[in-house]
Structures are given as structure tokens and as C-alpha cells.
T-cell receptor, first 114, second 111 residues
């Protein structure tokens, strides 16, 4: 099976702009989670989608939003970018076949906000 | 608020020795705990999961213990190799499916 893919891999934006990141989960996986990773805060949970519905949400402002499509692909959007949004954004998918919630991570999108 | 603490400093050990990484948590009652490995520039890779009613889990050279009274998990790598050098993350989860990750511990195994 192909792994989790994320596009683009690298992105440079300026403050105030918006950005959309894309994630394709492993075939058959219906759960997609998004995380932000920074050196200072570590890996922080943004939100999780399951069958096109947001099932869990972390403590991020409303500028961070996401959605999931019927084929389980997911997108994450950040509006009005701030310098502090510079981070590695990781997407992970899970099959939840056994309720173990093992996360399969993609390579991430490195976002730099100037 | 929920808090997870891992060894804050990097761990440097000699090849062949056992590496022991610690994960402590407060204000949380996880249903399970997971360990991941992350290499530079890559996403984390799942290693092991241990449930709240399990004391120990093994997989090849890896061993995880889980003490819900102490609110602590220990992650051991026996007969460590330079290829084991990476950052190791612990993550706590509950039935709701949301995972909370620790900051990670950087392990360096010298030949």
C-alpha cells in the first residue's frame, strides 16, 4: 500500500496570506488527523476527521480549519497567516480497524511565513 | 491541564548498551500509550502501543512498561545500535481518539 502523501512539501508565504495543505491517507483509512510541529511546542494536535466529519479538535484558533472529502482525502486551511504559524504540518491516517488508533504519518509540509 | 514530560535532554549511549527513555504524565487518565520514532525531516513512525491494563509489551529489541499508578511509561531499546539514533515520542490516547504527544527525547547511539 502507498503511504500517506502530503502536498506541497515546502511552502513559503507572507503574513496575512492564506494557505491550503493537502493530505491523501493510506487507502482504506477513514480517519485523518492533522498536527503542527514546532521546536518549542512539539507535536500539537489540530483536528481529526472521520468519514467527512470533524470528530476531535485541538486548541487552535479559528484561522485553522479543515475538511475531508468522500474519498477520505483531507485539506487543511490556515487564513491570515502569522509568523508563528511557521511549522511542520503533519497529517496522519488511521484505519481504526482494532481501535488502536495507530497513526501513519506523512512526510509533512514545511510552511515558512515571512 | 494535561501535561506529558519526556527526558528533556538528549540521551547519549554507547552501542550495545540499553537505552531507557521516560515518559511521565499528569492530569490525564489515558486508555493507552504509544511510542513513535522520528528521524530528521520525516514524520513519526509508530513503534508500540500499550493499554492501560497492560504492564509490559515487547517487540524485538524494544520493551515498554506502563505504570498507571506512577503515571509513567519507560521505553527500553536493548543492544542499541547507531541506527537507533532518532527522536522518540510518547503519545497518550483515550477512547475519544485524540492523541497528546510529548516533546520527544533525542537518542544518540555512538559506535
Amino acid at each position: 500500500k502507498a503511504g500517506v502523501t502530503q502536498t506541497p512539501r515546502y511552502l513559503i508565504k507572507t503574513r496575512g496570506q492564506q494557505v491550503t495543505l493537502s493530505c491523501s491517507p493510506i487507502s482504506g483509512h477513514r480517519s485523518v488527523s492533522w498536527y503542527q510541529q514546532t521546536p518549542g511546542q512539539g507535536l500539537q494536535f489540530l483536528f481529526e476527521y472521520f468519514s467527512e466529519t470533524q470528530r476531535n479538535k485541538g486548541n487552535f484558533p479559528g484561522r485553522f480549519s479543515g475538511r475531508q472529502f468522500s474519498n477520505s482525502r483531507s485539506e487543511m486551511n490556515v487564513s491570515t497567516l502569522e509568523l508563528g504559524d511557521s511549522a511542520l504540518y503533519l497529517c496522519a491516517s488511521s484505519s481504526e480497524d482494532r481501535g488502536l488508533n495507530e497513526q501513519f504519518f506523512g512526510p509533512g509540509t514545511r510552511l515558512t511565513v515571512l | 491541564s494535561q501535561k506529558i514530560e519526556q527526558n528533556s535532554e538528549a540521551l547519549n549511549i554507547q552501542e550495545g548498551k540499553t537505552a531507557t527513555l521516560t515518559c511521565n504524565y499528569t492530569n490525564y487518565s489515558p486508555a493507552y500509550l504509544q511510542w513513535y520514532r522520528q528521524d530528521p525531516g520525516r514524520g513519526p513512525v509508530f513503534l508500540l502501543l500499550i493499554r492501560e491494563n497492560e504492564k509490559e509489551k515487547r517487540k524485538e529489541r524494544l520493551k515498554v512498561t506502563f505504570d498507571t499508578t506512577l503515571k509513567q511509561s519507560l521505553f527500553h531499546i536493548t543492544a542499541s545500535q547507531p541506527a537507533d539514533s532518532a527522536t522518540y515520542l510518547c503519545a497518550l490516547g483515550n477512547q475519544g481518539g485524540k492523541l497528546i504527544f510529548g516533546q520527544g527525547t533525542e537518542l544518540s547511539v555512538k559506535p
